[in-house]
């Protein structure tokens, strides 16, 4: 096979987190140089890509029942069918383990999906490297899309007990400040009006090449560039300088938006988690942003039910709640994941323990976000709708704040920026009507 794909039709199916969506989009492309296309469902396609999570144990279970369908629809075509498998759970022993199983024709770890032309001149290509070139490839912005991703640095250097990240993804990388400079030079001339950038922790941005900027210089290259608005996921509490906090709140573009997972309250839990830091800590981290940036909106990740949680440490998270009040939050239940240090070393708490505390902390979560979200009822937001409305009455956009927003479809005539006043507010949602609208795509606000 030469390198001339004009015969592949390419059917991507992504799980997982933001890195995951914008690796398919950087996959996508480099497929569609290539000449192949990319179409919508399976039978319109004789190459299926997944891109695989392996974070806790209900996606993996999603991609071997999806594979199970992949391998059953490639006997069918007798062998003009080709299976392939990338992302987080290919980089695994586990999911190389899975992928022979399933037949898969084409296994790229996370960090060697930029393989993908090579890949699909051989019969049976499998790769689970880590290659500094991924992040070489500045991938055309996503046809008509307001919002956007652009990958700063891959990999994780913390080793928190729980976590296949570091596995999956390999050792911290960051990338070049002027490969990230002109995606977003790009994204922006082709009209997105929000850019993310990405990372498992964009704060150590440049720990590793001393001679790029840190991530607080970063933020403020980027914004030059005129970015309307700016964000970034994920925070580690570790990294979160005052530097950084500063960057943020003399940063127009950013907002009072920070997303900083604090995963317990417990002392004692940080420690087995190896979370580097101590519940005073993150509070301290907490009260220095809420000084710099008086209206804060504070989301965070949290795992209940860790091994060896006692019910007075999940005190400490409830009453951690209540100290911190924060806007919303992705809370999970522990999943032990194979080849972690927390799976070798410690018993998994029962099933029926870790979901009672689940269901107590969603409900104390929810009281939050009501009293927090009402907070906003009277006040104007910019609000960004970055799709057709998908609902008959009601379409969905985020304001600067990241809160989700719904404005009446009415009020809403196509996507883009839109000055609002909230009216209304529910746990997880504001209501809005539209006073009018902010910039259309390709204005800059
Ligand atoms: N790098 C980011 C998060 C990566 S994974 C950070 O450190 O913040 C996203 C979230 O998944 C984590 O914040 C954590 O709350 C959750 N998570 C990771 N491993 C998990 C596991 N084994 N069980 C349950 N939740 C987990
Ligand atoms: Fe996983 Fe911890 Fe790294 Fe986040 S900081 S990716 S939770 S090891
Ligand atoms: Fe999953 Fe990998 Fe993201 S394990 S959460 S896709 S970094």
New binding site residues.
């Given amino acids: 096979m030469n390198n001339d794909l004009s015969d592949l039709r390419v059917h991507l199916i992504t799980?997982?987190?933001q890195?995951?969506e914008y690796d398919s989009h950087l996959v996508a492309s480099e497929l569609a140089a290539r000449g192949a296309t990319i179409v919508d469902s399976v039978p319109e396609a004789n190459f299926v890509l997944v891109n695989?999570?392996?974070?806790r144990g209900k996606?993996v279970e999603k991609v071997k029942s999806l594979l199970g369908h992949l391998r059953k629809e490639k006997e069918r075509r007798r062998g003009r069918f080709l299976i392939g498998m990338m992302?987080?759970?290919a980089s695994l022993e586990e999911g190389q383990e899975i992928g022979r199983r399933f037949g898969v024709d084409v296994l790229l770890g996370?960090g060697a999906i930029h393989k993908i032309g090579d890949a699909l001149r051989e019969t049976r290509f499998w790769d689970v490297g880590f290659y500094p070139e991924v992040d070489e490839i500045v991938p055309p912005p996503p046809q008509g899309a307001l919002s956007a991703f652009v990958t700063l640095i891959r990999g994780c250097d913390h080793h928190c007990t729980y976590c296949?990240?570091p596995k999956?993804?390999g050792p911290e990388i960051s990338r070049h400040p002027d490969l990230v400079l002109r995606e977003v030079e790009g994204l922006l001339e082709a009209g997105v009006l929000e850019i993310t950038l990405l990372g498992?922790n964009v704060n150590s941005y440049g720990k590793d090449q001393p001679d790029y900027p840190d991530f607080a210089e970063l933020i403020r290259r980027v914004a030059a560039l005129g970015v309307p608005r700016l964000r970034f996921v994920t925070s580690h509490p570790m990294n979160f300088s005052d530097r950084i906090i500063e960057a943020i709140a003399e940063t127009r573009a950013v907002g009072q938006y920070v997303h900083l997972p604090v995963q317990s309250g417990s002392d004692r839990v940080l420690k087995r988690m190896a979370r580097e830091y101590r519940r005073d800590y993150y509070l301290d981290r907490v009260e220095l942003l809420r000084r710099s940036l008086p209206d804060l909106v504070l989301t965070t990740d949290v795992i209940v039910g860790f091994p060896g949680e006692t019910e007075e440490d999940f005190q400490q998270t409830l009453d951690l709640y209540d100290q911190v009040g924060f806007d919303s939050a992705y809370m999970f239940i522990y999943s032990a994941r194979p080849g972690t240090p927390s799976y070798e070393r410690f018993e998994d708490l029962p099933r029926e323990v870790k979901v009672e505390r689940l269901t107590r902390l969603i409900e104390k979560q929810k009281e939050w976000s009501l009293r927090r979200n009402q907070a906003w009822v009277g006040r104007q937001v910019e609000v960004l709708v970055p799709g057709p409305a998908r609902e008959e009455d009601w379409a969905l956009g985020h304001d600067q704040s990241n809160h989700p927003v719904l404005l009446p479809v009415a009020e809403v005539g196509e996507p883009g920026l839109y000055r609002a006043v909230i009216e209304q507010a529910s746990p997880h949602m504001l209501f809005g009507k539209v006073l009018g609208k902010v910039a259309a795509p390709g204005e800059v606000a």
């Fill in positions: 799980y997982g987190c890195m995951n695989t999570c392996a974070v996606p992302g987080c759970l996370a296949v990240v999956t993804r498992q």
